[in-house]
């Protein structure tokens, strides 16, 4: 059985007559009577009531004609869909995103410009860490996230720069009186450190130490968390200092305080980073959407 077969039928119910319904389909009379035997032979059951001056549909024809008309219907509504996700007006886009970086700035303002300008885009998001982030990325697991590719990324990723980062040192609010009111790196070496495990990205921590060693000391790790809010939660708790982003200074926890110190630089910029032979037409629009934020500032860096 082809679709052909079921718009024949449709026109003969509609026009009662095989010559009428030929006319409408720009098909010749014999062809569509030859479709019409065939489809009732494939059937097993005659679908209309042959009258002397054309053709009615029985009970078997009325019950066929409204399903063949809902499958149709169907049909187009699946075309017209897959047009519209071939033009990224539709369909779905998974992107990751370490939790920090959608608290303020430039990814909330990417994510609602998109959600809104494409309210019939299907968006999933994916709290993860940068390393996990790039393992589903390259699976394919995931469109593209937003992540601090510290060590570089992938070859088979791309990366577009989102915002330039750095680190700051939190504190227990409790130890104010401890800190200088411009202090250097040093001024913590004495200081129990609150960190994360080397593995969890071994560049960032590489530099964490590489920027204490220039200082003159070692840091003395007393306790270890996974994410920066457990590490936060820590330093709450008054168990150490931590250099953390300095995106956390725009949520600061209740009992932590940041420092600025005029000696530390690590950087930690900001990419969206997706696979460079992902070819959803979701992510490309979601691309132009962020270079368009991108380039009208819509964010401005927190200070």
Not at 93 to 99: A, I, R
Request: hydrophobic residues 45%.
């Amino acid at each position: 059985m082809e679709l052909r077969h079921l718009r024949y039928f449709l026109m003969i119910a509609q026009t009662e007559n095989v010559r009428r319904a030929s006319e409408n389909l720009h098909v010749t009379q014999p062809a569509v009577s030859r479709q019409l035997h065939d489809l009732e032979s494939e059937l097993g059951v005659e679908l209309f009531e042959r009258l002397g001056r054309g053709l009615r549909l029985n009970a078997a024809g009325q019950s066929y004609r409204a399903d063949v008309s809902r499958l149709l219907a169907l049909l187009a509504a699946a075309g017209e869909r897959a047009r519209r996700v071939a033009a990224g007006e539709a369909g779905l886009l998974k992107l990751g995103y370490v939790e920090i970086t959608a608290w303020e700035g430039i990814v909330p303002d990417v994510l609602q410009a998109f959600t809104g300008g494409h309210p019939d885009m299907r968006l999933e998001l994916m709290p993860a860490d940068t390393l996990p982030q790039l393992k589903l990325i390259e699976d394919g697991e995931l469109d593209g996230g937003f992540a601090y590719p510290v060590g570089g990324v992938p070859v088979n990723l791309t990366s577009q720069p989102v915002r330039c980062g750095n680190v700051a040192i939190a504190f227990p609010s409790g130890w104010s009186d401890r800190i200088a009111a411009e202090p250097s790196l040093s001024d913590f070496a004495a200081f129990p450190f609150v960190g994360f495990p080397r593995e969890d990205c071994p560049a960032h921590y590489d530099r964490i130490l590489a920027a204490c060693n220039a200082a003159g000391f070692s840091p003395c790790f007393v306790q270890q968390g996974h994410t920066e809010s457990s590490i936060l939660s820590l330093v709450s708790a008054g168990i150490g200092v931590a250099i953390v982003n300095d995106a956390n200074v725009a949520r600061p926890p209740a009992l932590v305080r940041f420092a600025r110190v005029r000696d530390l630089s690590v950087p930690l910029d900001l990419h969206f980073v997706y696979r460079s032979n992902n070819f959803n037409p979701a992510l490309r629009v979601f691309i132009d959407t962020l270079k368009t934020c991108l380039a009208s500032g819509a964010s401005s860096d927190p200070d």
